[in-house]
């Protein structure tokens, strides 16, 4: 890959979200510095670039200036998916270097790594424990004298030199650090019991990173970078002209799509504000259960209710055609656990799952579930802003719930943020206390642009799935919680 502002060629990492946010990777002939406490993945990120690389055809050393040997380091490796023991010593190449660093100092090291790059025409060369460099260094010149070798060797042999440290310092400064061309800073910490791994750029030369930090996972695939979700807002919103005008979407409910004049436009998005257990699911798997009917795909991602779970539900309350649309790979019902993941990682699979489908309709059931999976709420806003952005330009069908804090309120908190201003639809659904008896209502807030029937309605789900009644023809005060008329005795729900 050509890096078009500097002429020079970039080695892609092979870690896709890595990639991402070094601008396609690092430039050959580079020098760069790996930092982190004990146990942030430096190790595993350093061999994961060297067996990448070997399977692009190149060779890559790993030269150890540590008390650990290879063995050992091979027995933590061997379960994860990159390592490939039949590559070594071929294609990558391990030698310990410390006993010449004792030996012979900086001088010495620098020669032992020209000898083994040149020898195996080595593409990609790892220094593991450059603290132990610094520490054999009688002066900051002589460090310097030796990271300038590094940099003579890595432009003549076209190679790409990472260096590892856990150096920390009280001052903060680290001469190195002017010395070469980039430097990336892992962390691993904890917030509110919860570990929570991070990747930061704080040097690239010739290029534009994408700046702050970016979450990091370590599995058996090896060292996953997910940046941040924000980062991809675009400077061009969608137009709200081009929602305007699209066709129509039904919900598959008679009355509802009576009251939104025959449904909600096609590419906009819907907010459901309820109370906890008002019907924000069913009616998210109505909505979705309705597109399959018509031919269209149709995906839902849910936090808090496992898809067994959703798709016994909807078989008891007469939603039919969503586990079928699944056999036939029309829907998709995914389930995340927001407890377990990090706000980026969430919004990933969110991303992949519109990609692989290319669903025309979506349902995202609890938003909050994102604000759970954060570790610092002033970014849900810039997150939700990008998901919106996102499902704009991919003109879906969007429906989202969200929940109000309380059963009876009588003022409707509407929830502003990210997500929440590109929102052309607010449908609320409430428990309301009519004749002794306690209901659901539904009321339509919001249809931007558009006519609508702002009369509240009765919820009821039988059997036969949802009805709307007009039950609520002649009360009042039924925002606050309660209601003056007589009805007919509510049919039990069944959800």
Request: aromatic share 6%.
């Amino acid at each position: 890959m050509n890096d078009q502002s500097t002429g020079q060629r970039r080695r892609p990492t092979g870690i896709a979200g890595l990639d991402r946010i070094l601008e396609g990777g690092l430039l050959e002939a580079g020098v760069y510095i790996v930092q982190g406490p004990p146990g942030a993945g430096k190790t595993i990120l350093a061999n994961q670039l060297c067996f990448h690389h070997a399977s692009e055809g190149g060779r890559a050393v790993y030269i150890t200036l540590l008390a650990e040997s290879h063995s050992r380091m091979f027995g933590h490796l061997r379960r994860m998916q990159f390592f490939d023991e039949t590559r070594i010593p071929d294609s990558v190449y391990y030698v310990g270097g410390f006993s010449t660093l004792e030996a012979e100092g900086l001088g010495g090291l620098v020669t032992l790594v020209r000898g083994i790059v040149a020898k195996k025409s080595a593409g990609l060369a790892i220094i593991d424990g450059l603290v132990s460099a610094a520490e054999t260094a009688s002066s900051d010149r002589e460090f310097r004298k030796f990271l300038h070798d590094l940099q003579i060797l890595a432009d003549l042999a076209r190679c790409v030199v990472v260096l590892l440290t856990n150096a920390e310092r009280k001052s903060g400064f680290f001469p190195e650090h002017t010395m070469v061309d980039g430097v990336l800073h892992l962390t691993d910490e904890l917030s509110e019991l919860r570990p929570l791994r991070h990747i930061r750029v704080l040097k690239l030369r010739g290029s534009n990173p994408v700046r702050g930090l970016h979450s990091v996972r370590i599995s058996d695939r090896g060292l996953e970078v997910r940046p941040r979700l924000e980062t991809r807002l675009s400077a061009a919103p969608v137009t709200e002209a081009r929602v305007a005008s699209g066709a129509k979407v039904a919900f598959g409910v008679p009355e509802l799509d009576r009251m939104l004049r025959g449904g909600v436009r096609s590419g906009s998005i819907t907010m459901l504000l309820g109370s906890s257990g008002s019907g924000k699911t069913v009616f998210g798997m109505q909505f979705l259960a309705e597109g399959v009917r018509r031919g269209e795909r149709g995906l839902f991602f849910g936090f808090f209710e496992h898809p067994d779970a959703i798709l016994a539900k909807c078989q008891r309350i007469g939603i039919n055609g969503i586990k079928e649309g699944v056999d036939k790979g029309l829907a998709r019902v995914m389930w995340q656990r927001p407890i377990e993941g990090v706000i980026d990682e969430i919004g990933d699979n969110l991303f992949e799952a519109v990609r692989t489908l290319d669903p025309q309709r979506i349902v995202i059931d609890g938003m909050q579930g994102f604000e759970r999976a954060t570790d610092l709420p002033e970014r849900l806003s810039d997150v939700y802003g990008a998901i919106a952005q996102e499902l704009e330009r991919r003109q879906v069908t969007t429906l989202y719930t969200t929940e109000t804090r309380g059963l009876f309120e009588s003022a409707i908190h509407v929830p502003i943020n990210g997500l929440s201003a590109a929102t052309q639809n607010i449908i609320l659904l409430r428990h309301v206390e009519h004749r002794a008896a306690i209901l659901r209502a539904l009321a339509i807030l919001k249809v931007r642009d558009d006519d609508y029937d702002p009369k509240m309605r009765e919820i009821r789900i039988t059997d036969d799935g949802i009805d709307l009644l007009d039950t609520f023809a002649h009360a009042s005060h039924l925002m606050s919680g309660g209601g003056l008329a007589h009805s007919e005795p509510p049919t039990p729900d069944r959800t």
